[in-house]
T-cell receptor
Framework: DAKTTQPPSMDCAEGRAANLPCNHS???????VYWYRQIHSQGPQYIIH???NNETNEMASLIITEDRKSSTLILPHATLRDTAVYYC???????????FGEGTQLTVNP | EPEVTQTPSHQVTQMGQEVILRCVPI?????FYWYRQILGQKVEFLVS????????KSEIFDDQFSVERPDGSNFTLKIRSTKLEDSAMYFC???????????????FGPGTRLTVL
């Protein structure tokens, strides 16, 4: 079973920041937090990942709490094309599989 | 930008028939994966593959399934005798290295929709 908890759905206005929370209270020291998204049954798309420091790339920012029990994915200026299911996944350094949960359906409204 | 490709995009088959789904991973990647997603359900891990061997497999990946890297570019998933419940999207993925790390992520293909009649 997935080790993360996410809200089933969220809405965001176009142009505003989308903040997607994830709870991973049982995360262990050798597990990274990964974020993927899936746009309408396309293949999952990698967004960003991190261990304990905050991370930023061209797509998003990832904020991980100091105790690592939760994180937030931030899409700084959401567009209609960001409408997708967003998955927060914890993956260990010694394992290959990604375990997907239900994710958060983000709907960006005009 | 390099990408994972999959063929065919849609495969229709009769129950009991064998199917082979094909994937071309990103060229410098060494680790390969198959996942599936039944309509309306979660993405599920099937198998990971490295150095011509299965590295890890899930309980879904039973004797009906096999994987192969027949040449230097293709990675295939074979289902020997398809069942109705094998109908799903099948995603191939590849990565540079094993497991989570600061520089490793899995890149997914667009998927093959398998319909078993």
């Amino acid at each position: 079973d997935a080790k993360t908890t996410q809200p089933p759905s969220m809405d965001c206005a176009e142009g505003r920041a989308a903040n997607l929370p994830c709870n991973h209270s049982t995360i262990s020291g050798n597990e990274y937090v990964y974020w993927y998204r899936q746009i309408h049954s396309q293949g999952p798309q990698y967004i960003i990942h991190g261990l304990k420091n905050n991370e930023t790339n061209e797509m998003a920012s990832l904020i991980i709490t100091e105790d690592r029990k939760s994180s937030t994915l931030i899409l700084p200026h959401a567009t209609l094309r960001d409408t997708a299911v967003y998955y927060c996944i914890v993956q260990e350094t010694s394992g290959s599989r990604l375990t997907f949960g239900e994710g958060t359906q983000l709907t960006v409204n005009p | 930008e390099p990408e994972v490709t999959q063929t065919p995009s849609h495969q229709v088959t009769q129950m009991g028939q064998e199917v082979i789904l094909r994937c071309v991973p990103i060229s410098n990647h060494l680790y390969f994966y198959w996942y599936r997603q039944i309509l309306g359900q979660k993405v599920e891990f099937l198998v990971s593959f490295y150095n011509n061997e299965i590295s890890e497999k899930s309980e879904i990946f039973d004797d009906q399934f096999s994987v192969e890297r027949p040449d230097g570019s293709n990675f295939t998933l074979k289902i020997r005798s398809t069942k109705l419940e094998d109908s799903a999207m099948y995603f191939c993925a590849s990565s540079e290295s094993w497991g989570a790390s600061s520089y490793n992520e899995q890149f997914f293909g667009p998927g093959t929709r398998l319909t078993v009649l």
